[in-house]
Protein backbone atom coordinates (compact mmCIF):
# COMPACT_ATOMS: atom_id res chain seq x y z
CA UNK A 1 0.00 0.00 0.00
CA UNK A 2 1.74 3.27 -1.31
CA UNK A 3 1.65 6.45 1.35
CA UNK A 4 2.86 10.08 0.23
CA UNK A 5 2.21 13.72 0.42
CA UNK A 6 -0.75 14.96 -1.81
CA UNK A 7 -0.31 18.98 -2.70
CA UNK A 8 -3.70 20.40 -3.05
CA UNK A 9 -4.70 23.90 -3.67
CA UNK A 10 -7.62 25.28 -1.33
CA UNK A 11 -9.76 28.13 -2.83
CA UNK A 12 -10.38 29.04 0.39
CA UNK A 13 -7.11 30.12 1.70
CA UNK A 14 -7.09 32.62 -1.47
CA UNK A 15 -5.16 32.80 -4.87
CA UNK A 16 -1.88 33.04 -3.22
CA UNK A 17 -1.71 31.31 -0.84
CA UNK A 18 0.87 27.54 -0.80
CA UNK A 19 -0.84 24.17 -1.44
CA UNK A 20 -1.78 22.18 1.49
CA UNK A 21 0.32 19.22 1.94
CA UNK A 22 -1.98 16.07 3.24
CA UNK A 23 -0.14 12.40 3.71
CA UNK A 24 -2.63 9.89 2.17
CA UNK A 25 -2.47 6.54 1.08
CA UNK A 26 -3.43 4.87 -2.30
CA UNK A 27 -6.70 2.99 -0.69
CA UNK A 28 -8.06 6.19 0.94
CA UNK A 29 -11.01 7.11 -0.61
CA UNK A 30 -11.99 10.64 -2.06
CA UNK A 31 -13.97 11.80 1.14
CA UNK A 32 -11.48 10.92 3.41
CA UNK A 33 -8.90 13.16 1.58
CA UNK A 34 -11.54 15.89 1.61
CA UNK A 35 -11.80 15.51 5.36
CA UNK A 36 -8.15 15.51 6.05
CA UNK A 37 -7.44 18.95 3.85
CA UNK A 38 -10.45 20.33 5.30
CA UNK A 39 -9.33 19.44 9.34
CA UNK A 40 -5.76 20.80 8.15
CA UNK A 41 -7.60 24.51 7.03
CA UNK A 42 -8.98 24.80 10.35
CA UNK A 43 -11.84 26.81 8.78
CA UNK A 44 -15.10 26.09 10.09
CA UNK A 45 -17.72 26.10 7.36
CA UNK A 46 -19.88 24.36 5.00
CA UNK A 47 -17.97 22.64 2.59
CA UNK A 48 -21.14 20.11 1.49
CA UNK A 49 -20.53 21.96 -2.16
CA UNK A 50 -16.91 21.54 -2.14
CA UNK A 51 -14.97 18.78 -4.26
CA UNK A 52 -11.70 18.12 -5.79
CA UNK A 53 -10.91 19.32 -9.60
CA UNK A 54 -7.93 17.08 -11.13
CA UNK A 55 -6.35 19.85 -13.23
CA UNK A 56 -4.12 17.51 -15.83
CA UNK A 57 -7.21 15.39 -16.43
CA UNK A 58 -10.01 18.08 -16.70
CA UNK A 59 -11.71 15.68 -14.15
CA UNK A 60 -14.30 16.20 -11.05
CA UNK A 61 -13.86 13.44 -8.65
CA UNK A 62 -17.31 13.50 -7.51
CA UNK A 63 -17.44 9.81 -6.27
CA UNK A 64 -16.50 10.06 -2.67
CA UNK A 65 -16.47 6.21 -1.64
CA UNK A 66 -13.80 6.03 -4.84
CA UNK A 67 -10.22 5.40 -3.30
CA UNK A 68 -7.03 7.18 -5.07
CA UNK A 69 -6.27 4.11 -6.35
CA UNK A 70 -9.41 3.64 -8.48
CA UNK A 71 -8.72 7.13 -9.64
CA UNK A 72 -5.32 6.35 -10.35
CA UNK A 73 -3.73 9.62 -8.57
CA UNK A 74 -0.31 10.16 -7.94
CA UNK A 75 1.98 12.20 -6.09
CA UNK A 76 2.37 14.31 -8.53
CA UNK A 77 -1.20 14.97 -9.23
CA UNK A 78 -2.37 18.44 -9.47
CA UNK A 79 -5.70 19.06 -7.23
CA UNK A 80 -7.53 21.93 -6.03
CA UNK A 81 -10.80 22.02 -3.66
CA UNK A 82 -13.16 24.15 -4.49
CA UNK A 83 -16.77 24.77 -4.71
CA UNK A 84 -19.05 23.21 -7.33
CA UNK A 85 -21.17 26.41 -7.64
CA UNK A 86 -19.76 29.51 -8.79
CA UNK A 87 -21.28 33.02 -10.04
CA UNK A 88 -21.74 32.74 -13.38
CA UNK A 89 -23.12 36.30 -15.89
CA UNK A 90 -26.29 34.55 -18.32
CA UNK A 91 -27.17 36.73 -21.37
CA UNK A 92 -30.67 35.91 -22.00
CA UNK A 93 -32.90 36.08 -25.00
CA UNK A 94 -34.55 39.87 -23.98
CA UNK A 95 -30.83 41.47 -23.48
CA UNK A 96 -31.24 41.18 -19.78
CA UNK A 97 -27.60 39.99 -17.99
CA UNK A 98 -28.39 37.94 -14.82
CA UNK A 99 -25.50 36.85 -12.37
CA UNK A 100 -26.26 33.61 -10.91
CA UNK A 101 -24.69 30.39 -8.88
CA UNK A 102 -24.29 27.47 -11.61
CA UNK A 103 -23.58 24.29 -11.59
CA UNK A 104 -19.46 24.04 -12.51
CA UNK A 105 -19.28 20.18 -11.85
CA UNK A 106 -22.04 18.49 -13.37
CA UNK A 107 -23.17 18.17 -16.99
CA UNK A 108 -23.81 21.27 -18.80
CA UNK A 109 -27.32 19.66 -19.20
CA UNK A 110 -28.39 19.47 -15.54
CA UNK A 111 -26.60 22.82 -14.66
CA UNK A 112 -29.27 24.32 -17.56
CA UNK A 113 -32.32 22.60 -15.73
CA UNK A 114 -31.09 24.17 -12.50
CA UNK A 115 -31.18 27.54 -13.85
CA UNK A 116 -33.97 27.02 -15.64
CA UNK A 117 -35.66 25.90 -12.53
CA UNK A 118 -34.50 28.86 -10.71
CA UNK A 119 -35.94 31.40 -13.63
CA UNK A 120 -38.95 29.06 -14.00
CA UNK A 121 -38.37 27.97 -17.28
CA UNK A 122 -39.97 24.62 -18.29
CA UNK A 123 -38.67 22.15 -20.36
CA UNK A 124 -35.23 23.08 -19.90
CA UNK A 125 -34.15 20.53 -22.47
CA UNK A 126 -35.59 23.03 -25.08
CA UNK A 127 -32.66 24.97 -24.52
CA UNK A 128 -28.54 25.24 -24.25
CA UNK A 129 -25.39 27.42 -23.07
CA UNK A 130 -23.93 29.31 -25.59
CA UNK A 131 -20.51 31.40 -26.19
CA UNK A 132 -20.97 35.08 -26.74
CA UNK A 133 -19.52 35.84 -30.21
CA UNK A 134 -16.35 38.35 -29.74
CA UNK A 135 -16.89 41.71 -31.04
CA UNK A 136 -14.07 43.80 -31.62
CA UNK A 137 -14.67 47.21 -30.32
CA UNK A 138 -13.26 50.23 -31.95
CA UNK A 139 -10.98 52.64 -29.94
CA UNK A 140 -14.07 55.07 -29.95
CA UNK A 141 -16.04 52.49 -27.63
CA UNK A 142 -13.67 52.47 -25.35
CA UNK A 143 -15.44 54.48 -23.09
CA UNK A 144 -19.49 52.72 -23.63
CA UNK A 145 -21.54 52.30 -21.12
CA UNK A 146 -20.71 48.48 -18.83
CA UNK A 147 -22.91 45.84 -19.10
CA UNK A 148 -25.60 46.24 -16.59
CA UNK A 149 -25.94 43.33 -14.70
CA UNK A 150 -28.93 41.88 -12.38
CA UNK A 151 -27.42 40.08 -9.41
CA UNK A 152 -29.19 37.04 -8.52
CA UNK A 153 -26.53 34.78 -6.43
CA UNK A 154 -28.25 34.74 -3.53
CA UNK A 155 -31.71 33.49 -4.98
CA UNK A 156 -32.20 30.12 -3.79
CA UNK A 157 -34.86 27.42 -4.54
CA UNK A 158 -36.19 24.09 -3.36
CA UNK A 159 -35.41 20.52 -5.47
CA UNK A 160 -38.81 20.50 -5.91
CA UNK A 161 -41.65 21.55 -8.25
CA UNK A 162 -42.00 25.73 -8.53
CA UNK A 163 -44.51 27.09 -5.74
CA UNK A 164 -46.25 30.22 -7.52
CA UNK A 165 -48.56 33.09 -5.97
CA UNK A 166 -51.68 33.68 -6.72
CA UNK A 167 -50.10 36.57 -9.24
CA UNK A 168 -47.75 33.55 -11.07
CA UNK A 169 -44.82 34.46 -9.47
CA UNK A 170 -42.16 31.73 -8.20
CA UNK A 171 -41.88 31.99 -4.55
CA UNK A 172 -38.27 32.62 -4.43
CA UNK A 173 -38.73 35.26 -6.41
CA UNK A 174 -41.36 37.35 -4.48
CA UNK A 175 -38.35 37.29 -1.40
CA UNK A 176 -38.08 41.35 -1.99
CA UNK A 177 -38.38 44.25 -4.34
CA UNK A 178 -35.69 44.33 -6.23
CA UNK A 179 -35.81 40.26 -7.15
CA UNK A 180 -39.87 40.98 -8.12
CA UNK A 181 -38.55 43.39 -10.54
CA UNK A 182 -35.94 41.28 -12.35
CA UNK A 183 -38.75 38.98 -12.36
CA UNK A 184 -41.52 41.22 -14.54
CA UNK A 185 -38.08 41.74 -16.76
CA UNK A 186 -37.98 38.03 -17.50
CA UNK A 187 -41.63 37.69 -17.77
CA UNK A 188 -42.61 40.89 -19.88
CA UNK A 189 -41.56 42.02 -23.09
CA UNK A 190 -38.80 44.94 -22.67
CA UNK A 191 -39.16 47.64 -24.67
CA UNK A 192 -38.15 48.16 -28.46
CA UNK A 193 -34.59 48.56 -29.13
CA UNK A 194 -32.75 51.65 -30.19
CA UNK A 195 -32.17 51.65 -33.83
CA UNK A 196 -28.67 51.94 -33.33
CA UNK A 197 -28.38 48.98 -30.64
CA UNK A 198 -30.25 46.95 -33.65
CA UNK A 199 -27.22 47.83 -36.49
CA UNK A 200 -24.22 47.56 -34.00
CA UNK A 201 -25.34 44.08 -33.19
CA UNK A 202 -23.33 41.50 -35.39
CA UNK A 203 -25.58 40.19 -38.02
CA UNK A 204 -24.69 36.80 -39.69
CA UNK A 205 -24.34 37.55 -43.60
CA UNK A 206 -23.90 34.63 -45.48
CA UNK A 207 -24.85 30.40 -44.66
CA UNK A 208 -20.50 30.40 -42.89
CA UNK A 209 -22.08 33.11 -40.86
CA UNK A 210 -24.76 31.30 -39.74
CA UNK A 211 -22.70 27.98 -39.67
CA UNK A 212 -20.15 29.91 -37.23
CA UNK A 213 -22.91 30.65 -35.03
CA UNK A 214 -23.62 26.85 -34.13
CA UNK A 215 -20.72 26.03 -33.68
CA UNK A 216 -20.29 27.58 -30.14
CA UNK A 217 -22.54 25.69 -28.45
CA UNK A 218 -21.27 23.76 -25.36
CA UNK A 219 -21.62 20.03 -24.89
CA UNK A 220 -24.37 19.01 -23.03
CA UNK A 221 -22.44 16.00 -21.52
CA UNK A 222 -19.54 17.60 -19.99
CA UNK A 223 -19.61 20.37 -16.90
CA UNK A 224 -18.65 24.32 -17.51
CA UNK A 225 -15.16 23.60 -15.86
CA UNK A 226 -14.24 20.97 -18.28
CA UNK A 227 -14.86 22.97 -21.34
CA UNK A 228 -12.38 26.22 -19.97
CA UNK A 229 -15.58 28.12 -18.54
CA UNK A 230 -14.42 30.36 -15.57
CA UNK A 231 -15.76 31.85 -12.71
CA UNK A 232 -17.83 35.19 -13.65
CA UNK A 233 -17.35 34.20 -17.36
CA UNK A 234 -20.61 35.45 -19.91
CA UNK A 235 -22.59 32.67 -21.27
CA UNK A 236 -25.51 32.98 -23.25
CA UNK A 237 -28.95 31.12 -22.53
CA UNK A 238 -30.87 30.44 -25.55
CA UNK A 239 -33.81 27.91 -27.06
CA UNK A 240 -31.60 25.73 -28.93
CA UNK A 241 -34.29 22.96 -30.12
CA UNK A 242 -37.11 24.80 -31.88
CA UNK A 243 -39.95 22.09 -31.04
CA UNK A 244 -41.66 23.73 -28.11
CA UNK A 245 -43.38 21.38 -26.09
CA UNK A 246 -46.46 21.70 -23.57
CA UNK A 247 -46.49 25.36 -24.39
CA UNK A 248 -49.20 26.55 -22.05
CA UNK A 249 -49.40 30.24 -21.37
CA UNK A 250 -50.95 29.61 -17.78
CA UNK A 251 -48.00 28.48 -16.41
CA UNK A 252 -45.44 29.87 -18.85
CA UNK A 253 -45.13 33.17 -18.77
CA UNK A 254 -40.83 33.75 -18.58
CA UNK A 255 -41.07 31.29 -21.55
CA UNK A 256 -42.95 32.53 -23.80
CA UNK A 257 -41.67 36.05 -22.79
CA UNK A 258 -37.64 34.90 -23.84
CA UNK A 259 -39.47 32.27 -26.78
CA UNK A 260 -40.69 36.21 -28.05
CA UNK A 261 -37.51 38.06 -27.46
CA UNK A 262 -35.32 35.29 -28.99
CA UNK A 263 -37.60 34.94 -32.31
CA UNK A 264 -37.58 38.92 -32.72
CA UNK A 265 -33.87 39.29 -32.64
CA UNK A 266 -33.89 36.46 -34.81
CA UNK A 267 -35.98 38.92 -37.27
CA UNK A 268 -34.26 41.87 -36.09
CA UNK A 269 -30.79 40.95 -37.17
CA UNK A 270 -31.70 38.82 -40.64
CA UNK A 271 -31.20 35.51 -38.90
CA UNK A 272 -34.27 33.84 -40.91
CA UNK A 273 -35.26 35.83 -44.11
CA UNK A 274 -39.40 37.62 -44.25
CA UNK A 275 -40.88 39.10 -47.23
CA UNK A 276 -41.62 42.83 -47.01
CA UNK A 277 -44.95 42.05 -46.21
CA UNK A 278 -44.08 39.53 -43.26
CA UNK A 279 -41.98 42.01 -41.94
CA UNK A 280 -44.33 44.94 -41.84
CA UNK A 281 -46.66 42.08 -39.96
CA UNK A 282 -43.99 41.22 -37.52
CA UNK A 283 -43.39 45.47 -36.72
CA UNK A 284 -46.69 45.44 -35.84
CA UNK A 285 -46.79 43.05 -33.34
CA UNK A 286 -43.80 44.55 -31.99
CA UNK A 287 -45.40 48.23 -31.79
CA UNK A 288 -48.55 46.14 -30.06
CA UNK A 289 -47.12 43.67 -28.02
CA UNK A 290 -44.37 46.87 -26.42
CA UNK A 291 -47.20 49.00 -25.99
CA UNK A 292 -49.78 46.46 -24.01
CA UNK A 293 -46.66 45.17 -21.88
CA UNK A 294 -46.16 48.86 -20.88
CA UNK A 295 -49.90 48.81 -19.37
CA UNK A 296 -50.93 47.49 -16.11
CA UNK A 297 -48.95 43.82 -15.02
CA UNK A 298 -51.21 40.73 -16.55
CA UNK A 299 -51.19 37.61 -15.53
CA UNK A 300 -51.23 35.64 -18.78
CA UNK A 301 -54.14 33.32 -18.87
CA UNK A 302 -54.15 30.42 -21.50
CA UNK A 303 -57.22 30.30 -23.89
CA UNK A 304 -58.62 27.28 -25.21
CA UNK A 305 -57.41 27.77 -29.12
CA UNK A 306 -53.65 28.45 -27.81
CA UNK A 307 -53.01 26.09 -24.68
CA UNK A 308 -50.42 24.52 -27.06
CA UNK A 309 -48.29 26.64 -29.37
CA UNK A 310 -48.10 23.37 -31.53
CA UNK A 311 -51.48 22.50 -31.74
CA UNK A 312 -52.24 25.99 -32.81
CA UNK A 313 -49.57 25.75 -35.67
CA UNK A 314 -50.20 22.29 -37.06
CA UNK A 315 -53.13 20.42 -35.28
CA UNK A 316 -55.59 22.39 -38.07
CA UNK A 317 -58.30 19.61 -37.82
CA UNK A 318 -60.19 19.23 -41.44
CA UNK A 319 -63.59 17.57 -42.70
CA UNK A 320 -63.51 17.77 -46.33
CA UNK A 321 -65.16 15.66 -49.14
CA UNK A 322 -63.67 12.86 -51.11
CA UNK A 323 -63.49 15.72 -53.93
CA UNK A 324 -62.86 19.25 -53.68
CA UNK A 325 -63.25 21.51 -57.24
CA UNK A 326 -60.08 22.60 -56.88
CA UNK A 327 -58.53 24.99 -60.05
CA UNK A 328 -55.08 24.60 -58.37
CA UNK A 329 -51.95 25.48 -60.93
CA UNK A 330 -49.42 23.03 -60.03
CA UNK A 331 -45.43 22.91 -60.35
CA UNK A 332 -43.24 19.55 -59.94
CA UNK A 333 -40.29 19.98 -59.66
CA UNK A 334 -37.66 16.95 -60.32
CA UNK A 335 -37.07 14.22 -57.22
CA UNK A 336 -34.23 16.78 -55.61
CA UNK A 337 -35.55 19.50 -54.78
CA UNK A 338 -34.06 22.66 -55.81
CA UNK A 339 -35.12 26.58 -55.49
CA UNK A 340 -36.81 27.28 -58.94
CA UNK A 341 -37.86 30.21 -60.56
CA UNK A 342 -41.07 30.09 -61.05
CA UNK A 343 -41.86 31.75 -64.30
CA UNK A 344 -44.65 29.29 -65.18
CA UNK A 345 -47.54 26.86 -63.65
CA UNK A 346 -49.80 24.43 -65.32
CA UNK A 347 -53.58 24.05 -64.33
CA UNK A 348 -54.89 20.78 -63.50
CA UNK A 349 -57.59 19.04 -61.78
CA UNK A 350 -56.96 17.81 -57.98
CA UNK A 351 -59.00 15.89 -55.29
CA UNK A 352 -57.75 14.64 -52.07
CA UNK A 353 -58.58 11.34 -50.94
CA UNK A 354 -57.52 10.15 -47.40
CA UNK A 355 -53.82 11.44 -47.23
CA UNK A 356 -53.18 11.35 -50.99
CA UNK A 357 -53.34 13.84 -54.09
CA UNK A 358 -54.29 12.80 -56.89
CA UNK A 359 -54.14 15.32 -59.82
CA UNK A 360 -55.61 15.10 -63.88
CA UNK A 361 -56.05 16.77 -66.83
CA UNK A 362 -59.24 18.34 -66.54
CA UNK A 363 -62.77 17.56 -64.26
CA UNK A 364 -63.61 15.67 -66.97
CA UNK A 365 -60.37 12.90 -66.88
CA UNK A 366 -60.68 12.91 -63.50
CA UNK A 367 -62.93 9.35 -63.34
CA UNK A 368 -59.89 8.11 -64.83
CA UNK A 369 -56.46 7.06 -63.67
CA UNK A 370 -54.59 10.31 -62.39
CA UNK A 371 -51.64 11.21 -63.55
CA UNK A 372 -50.40 11.22 -60.83
CA UNK A 373 -50.87 10.52 -57.05
CA UNK A 374 -48.91 11.55 -53.92
CA UNK A 375 -49.04 10.26 -50.74
CA UNK A 376 -48.58 13.32 -48.15
CA UNK A 377 -48.42 11.69 -44.72
CA UNK A 378 -44.59 12.73 -43.47
CA UNK A 379 -44.50 15.52 -46.15
CA UNK A 380 -43.15 18.71 -45.26
CA UNK A 381 -46.23 21.64 -45.87
CA UNK A 382 -45.44 25.04 -45.85
CA UNK A 383 -47.14 28.65 -46.74
CA UNK A 384 -45.77 30.55 -49.52
CA UNK A 385 -48.21 33.79 -49.54
CA UNK A 386 -48.30 37.00 -50.22
CA UNK A 387 -51.87 38.57 -49.61
CA UNK A 388 -50.81 42.44 -50.82
CA UNK A 389 -49.69 40.03 -54.20
CA UNK A 390 -53.12 38.04 -54.05
CA UNK A 391 -50.07 34.98 -54.05
CA UNK A 392 -51.59 32.15 -52.30
CA UNK A 393 -49.02 28.72 -52.40
CA UNK A 394 -48.74 26.03 -50.60
CA UNK A 395 -44.97 24.09 -50.77
CA UNK A 396 -44.91 20.41 -50.53
CA UNK A 397 -41.82 18.65 -49.65
CA UNK A 398 -42.83 15.09 -50.61
CA UNK A 399 -40.31 12.49 -49.01
CA UNK A 400 -39.21 9.66 -52.08
CA UNK A 401 -37.05 6.94 -52.26
CA UNK A 402 -33.76 9.59 -52.95
CA UNK A 403 -34.84 12.39 -51.01
CA UNK A 404 -37.59 14.85 -51.01
CA UNK A 405 -39.56 15.56 -54.12
CA UNK A 406 -40.67 19.69 -53.92
CA UNK A 407 -44.37 20.46 -55.31
CA UNK A 408 -45.86 24.16 -55.31
CA UNK A 409 -49.59 24.24 -55.57
CA UNK A 410 -50.63 27.70 -56.26
CA UNK A 411 -54.54 28.42 -54.96
CA UNK A 412 -56.95 30.76 -56.48
CA UNK A 413 -57.86 32.81 -53.16
CA UNK A 414 -57.86 32.86 -49.74
CA UNK A 415 -60.51 30.54 -49.33
CA UNK A 416 -59.00 28.02 -51.63
CA UNK A 417 -56.18 28.34 -49.83
CA UNK A 418 -57.12 27.92 -46.18
CA UNK A 419 -59.23 24.28 -47.47
CA UNK A 420 -56.16 23.30 -48.79
CA UNK A 421 -53.55 24.13 -46.45
CA UNK A 422 -55.55 22.73 -43.52
CA UNK A 423 -55.93 19.33 -45.44
CA UNK A 424 -52.15 19.12 -46.60
CA UNK A 425 -50.95 19.74 -42.65
CA UNK A 426 -53.24 17.29 -41.54
CA UNK A 427 -52.64 14.67 -44.24
CA UNK A 428 -48.67 15.39 -43.23
CA UNK A 429 -49.39 13.90 -40.11
CA UNK A 430 -51.33 10.67 -41.54
CA UNK A 431 -54.91 11.71 -40.33
CA UNK A 432 -57.47 11.41 -42.87
CA UNK A 433 -59.60 14.10 -43.94
CA UNK A 434 -62.86 12.72 -42.05
CA UNK A 435 -62.35 15.18 -38.70
CA UNK A 436 -64.88 17.54 -37.17
CA UNK A 437 -63.49 21.07 -36.87
CA UNK A 438 -63.21 22.02 -40.55
CA UNK A 439 -64.83 25.28 -40.96
CA UNK A 440 -63.49 26.53 -37.62
CA UNK A 441 -59.77 25.53 -38.92
CA UNK A 442 -60.44 27.21 -42.07
CA UNK A 443 -61.84 30.81 -40.54
CA UNK A 444 -58.84 30.08 -38.26
CA UNK A 445 -56.04 30.65 -41.08
CA UNK A 446 -58.19 32.89 -42.81
CA UNK A 447 -57.59 35.61 -39.51
CA UNK A 448 -54.44 35.16 -39.83
CA UNK A 449 -54.29 35.93 -43.49
CA UNK A 450 -56.15 38.75 -42.45
CA UNK A 451 -53.92 40.08 -39.88
CA UNK A 452 -51.61 40.19 -43.44
CA UNK A 453 -53.58 42.10 -45.42
CA UNK A 454 -53.42 46.24 -45.46
CA UNK A 455 -56.68 48.28 -45.35
CA UNK A 456 -56.35 51.99 -46.16
CA UNK A 457 -59.73 52.54 -45.87
CA UNK A 458 -59.41 52.33 -42.56
CA UNK A 459 -59.44 55.32 -39.98
CA UNK A 460 -55.06 55.64 -39.67
CA UNK A 461 -56.03 58.57 -37.18
CA UNK A 462 -54.24 56.38 -34.83
CA UNK A 463 -51.43 57.47 -36.07
CA UNK A 464 -48.36 57.45 -33.10
CA UNK A 465 -46.14 60.11 -34.03
CA UNK A 466 -44.01 58.55 -31.18
CA UNK A 467 -43.59 55.43 -33.22
CA UNK A 468 -39.97 54.31 -33.61
CA UNK A 469 -39.93 52.37 -37.09
CA UNK A 470 -37.00 51.51 -36.84
CA UNK A 471 -36.48 49.34 -34.09
CA UNK A 472 -39.17 47.58 -35.21
CA UNK A 473 -37.54 46.55 -38.56
CA UNK A 474 -34.77 44.95 -39.51
CA UNK A 475 -31.76 47.12 -40.96
CA UNK A 476 -32.42 46.31 -44.66
CA UNK A 477 -35.56 48.37 -44.13
CA UNK A 478 -33.87 50.94 -42.59
CA UNK A 479 -31.55 51.42 -45.84
CA UNK A 480 -34.66 50.85 -48.36
CA UNK A 481 -37.26 53.30 -46.55
CA UNK A 482 -37.77 56.58 -44.73
CA UNK A 483 -39.37 56.96 -40.93
CA UNK A 484 -42.48 58.57 -42.72
CA UNK A 485 -42.68 55.70 -45.45
CA UNK A 486 -42.69 52.81 -42.68
CA UNK A 487 -44.98 54.16 -40.43
CA UNK A 488 -48.32 54.33 -42.37
CA UNK A 489 -47.39 50.55 -43.41
CA UNK A 490 -46.95 49.28 -40.03
CA UNK A 491 -49.65 51.54 -38.40
CA UNK A 492 -51.85 49.81 -41.64
CA UNK A 493 -50.80 46.47 -40.51
CA UNK A 494 -51.62 47.12 -36.39
CA UNK A 495 -54.84 48.06 -37.24
CA UNK A 496 -55.51 44.24 -37.59
CA UNK A 497 -54.14 43.29 -34.87
CA UNK A 498 -54.68 45.98 -32.03
CA UNK A 499 -57.27 44.09 -30.65
CA UNK A 500 -55.26 41.04 -29.30
CA UNK A 501 -54.27 40.47 -26.03
CA UNK A 502 -51.05 40.38 -25.35
CA UNK A 503 -50.96 36.56 -24.80
CA UNK A 504 -52.69 35.78 -27.83
CA UNK A 505 -50.47 39.32 -29.73
CA UNK A 506 -46.85 36.80 -28.24
CA UNK A 507 -48.20 33.34 -30.16
CA UNK A 508 -49.15 35.22 -33.19
CA UNK A 509 -45.73 36.20 -33.77
CA UNK A 510 -45.07 33.03 -33.02
CA UNK A 511 -47.20 31.32 -34.82
CA UNK A 512 -45.88 33.86 -38.04
CA UNK A 513 -41.97 32.77 -37.28
CA UNK A 514 -42.50 29.57 -37.10
CA UNK A 515 -44.15 29.36 -40.61
CA UNK A 516 -41.41 31.21 -42.04
CA UNK A 517 -39.49 29.14 -44.75
CA UNK A 518 -35.66 28.87 -42.94
CA UNK A 519 -37.12 28.92 -39.59
CA UNK A 520 -35.60 26.31 -37.62
CA UNK A 521 -32.65 25.15 -39.35
CA UNK A 522 -29.11 24.99 -37.83
CA UNK A 523 -26.58 25.44 -40.43
CA UNK A 524 -22.58 23.81 -40.34
CA UNK A 525 -20.20 23.63 -43.03
CA UNK A 526 -19.18 20.35 -43.75
CA UNK A 527 -16.82 17.72 -46.37
CA UNK A 528 -19.21 14.99 -47.56
CA UNK A 529 -17.29 11.43 -48.32
CA UNK A 530 -15.84 11.56 -51.65
CA UNK A 531 -16.06 15.55 -52.39
CA UNK A 532 -14.14 17.74 -52.73
CA UNK A 533 -15.51 20.76 -51.86
CA UNK A 534 -17.61 22.00 -48.78
CA UNK A 535 -20.97 22.04 -48.90
CA UNK A 536 -23.73 23.06 -45.53
CA UNK A 537 -25.94 20.71 -43.34
CA UNK A 538 -28.77 22.22 -42.07
CA UNK A 539 -30.44 20.80 -38.90
CA UNK A 540 -34.01 21.39 -38.49
CA UNK A 541 -36.36 19.43 -36.02
CA UNK A 542 -37.22 16.35 -38.35
CA UNK A 543 -34.85 16.27 -41.01
CA UNK A 544 -31.73 17.13 -42.30
CA UNK A 545 -31.05 19.01 -45.66
CA UNK A 546 -28.16 18.96 -47.42
CA UNK A 547 -27.26 22.75 -49.35
CA UNK A 548 -24.99 23.82 -52.05
CA UNK A 549 -22.68 26.79 -50.19
CA UNK A 550 -22.12 28.47 -53.16
CA UNK A 551 -25.25 29.34 -54.49
CA UNK A 552 -27.30 28.08 -51.46
CA UNK A 553 -29.46 25.78 -53.17
CA UNK A 554 -31.04 21.97 -51.19
CA UNK A 555 -29.56 19.27 -53.21
CA UNK A 556 -31.34 16.79 -50.77
CA UNK A 557 -33.36 16.36 -47.91
CA UNK A 558 -33.45 13.16 -45.05
CA UNK A 559 -36.61 12.23 -42.44
CA UNK A 560 -35.57 11.54 -39.24
CA UNK A 561 -38.30 8.87 -39.28
CA UNK A 562 -36.12 7.10 -42.09
CA UNK A 563 -33.29 7.24 -40.36
CA UNK A 564 -32.20 3.81 -39.66
CA UNK A 565 -29.05 4.22 -37.20
CA UNK A 566 -25.78 7.45 -37.22
CA UNK A 567 -22.58 6.59 -35.80
CA UNK A 568 -19.40 8.59 -35.57
CA UNK A 569 -15.97 7.78 -35.78
CA UNK A 570 -14.25 9.97 -33.25
CA UNK A 571 -10.91 9.46 -34.26
CA UNK A 572 -11.49 10.95 -37.84
CA UNK A 573 -14.36 12.86 -36.80
CA UNK A 574 -16.70 11.79 -39.13
CA UNK A 575 -20.58 10.96 -39.07
CA UNK A 576 -22.05 8.05 -41.14
CA UNK A 577 -25.63 8.29 -41.54
CA UNK A 578 -27.34 5.12 -43.12
CA UNK A 579 -31.48 6.14 -44.13
CA UNK A 580 -33.92 3.15 -45.27
CA UNK A 581 -33.71 1.87 -49.06
CA UNK A 582 -29.98 1.38 -48.26
CA UNK A 583 -29.18 5.35 -48.71
CA UNK A 584 -25.87 6.17 -46.99
CA UNK A 585 -24.30 9.17 -46.16
CA UNK A 586 -21.16 10.31 -44.68
CA UNK A 587 -19.42 13.62 -43.53
CA UNK A 588 -16.94 15.26 -41.49
CA UNK A 589 -17.47 18.70 -40.11
CA UNK A 590 -15.66 21.95 -41.04
CA UNK A 591 -17.17 24.67 -38.55
CA UNK A 592 -17.77 22.50 -35.78
CA UNK A 593 -17.01 19.48 -34.12
CA UNK A 594 -18.97 15.96 -34.66
CA UNK A 595 -20.43 16.47 -31.45
CA UNK A 596 -22.11 19.58 -31.75
CA UNK A 597 -24.10 18.12 -35.21
CA UNK A 598 -24.04 14.43 -33.45
CA UNK A 599 -26.13 16.25 -30.50
CA UNK A 600 -28.27 18.30 -32.36
CA UNK A 601 -29.82 15.24 -33.87
CA UNK A 602 -29.65 12.73 -31.08
CA UNK A 603 -31.53 15.79 -29.08
CA UNK A 604 -34.41 16.14 -31.79
CA UNK A 605 -34.79 12.70 -32.14
CA UNK A 606 -35.29 12.80 -27.78
CA UNK A 607 -37.80 15.72 -28.66
CA UNK A 608 -40.35 13.24 -30.12
CA UNK A 609 -40.14 10.87 -27.20
CA UNK A 610 -42.00 13.75 -25.19
CA UNK A 611 -45.86 12.96 -24.23
CA UNK A 612 -48.20 15.84 -22.53
CA UNK A 613 -48.87 13.23 -20.15
CA UNK A 614 -45.39 13.12 -18.76
CA UNK A 615 -44.50 16.65 -19.41
CA UNK A 616 -42.74 17.43 -15.96
CA UNK A 617 -41.25 14.22 -16.22
CA UNK A 618 -37.85 14.23 -18.04
CA UNK A 619 -35.39 11.29 -18.79
CA UNK A 620 -31.99 12.23 -18.56
CA UNK A 621 -30.64 9.24 -19.14
CA UNK A 622 -32.23 8.93 -22.55
CA UNK A 623 -31.10 11.95 -23.60
CA UNK A 624 -27.56 11.53 -22.76
CA UNK A 625 -27.88 8.12 -24.32
CA UNK A 626 -28.71 10.05 -27.49
CA UNK A 627 -26.76 12.61 -27.34
CA UNK A 628 -23.78 11.94 -25.10
CA UNK A 629 -21.45 9.86 -27.78
CA UNK A 630 -18.57 8.10 -27.02
CA UNK A 631 -15.47 9.96 -27.73
CA UNK A 632 -11.95 8.21 -28.58
CA UNK A 633 -9.80 9.49 -25.90
Given at each position: M??????????????????????????????????????????KKDWSDHALWWEQKQQWLLRPSWTLEKYEIHADARLSLTSQHKPLRLGLPNGTTLRLQACFSRPVFQTVMGVCHLLNLRHPEELSLLRP????????????????????????????????????????????PQTEAVYKMLSVS??????????????????????????????????????????????????????????????????????????RWAILLEDVDCTEEEMMLFAALQYHI?????????????????????????????KMEAEESITA???????????LTLKGYKQFWFTFNNTSISYYKSKEESLKEPIQQMNLKGCEVAPDVSVAGQKFCIRLLIPGAEGMNEVY?????????????????????GKTLADSSFSSEVQNIQSFLAMQRTNPGANTAQTDDSINTYSLVSPRYHKKYKAKQLTPRILEAYQNVAQLPLTDALLRFLQIWQGLPDFGVSYFVV???????????????????????????????????????????????????????????????????????????????????????????????????????????
Open positions: AAWDLSVIVEELGPEAPPLKVSVTSDLHIGGVIFKIVEKTQIMEVKKKKKDKDTEEEVVYDLTGLRTSSGPAHTLSNGMPMHFADSLPAPAPETITKMPRPTSLVDKAQVHSRWLDSSRSLLQQGVQEHDRLLLRFKYYCFHDLDPKYDAVRLTQLYEQAGKVSLSEPQPMTSCPAMDDLDSALQCLEVDMLVSPSEPKRLRCENDLQYSRWMAACRLASKRFKGCRKDEVLGVTNNRLIRIDLSIGDVVKTWRYNTMRQWNVNWDIQQMAIEFNGNVNIAFSCVTATCKVVHEYIGGYIFMTTRIKEQAEVLNQELFFKLTGGHEAI
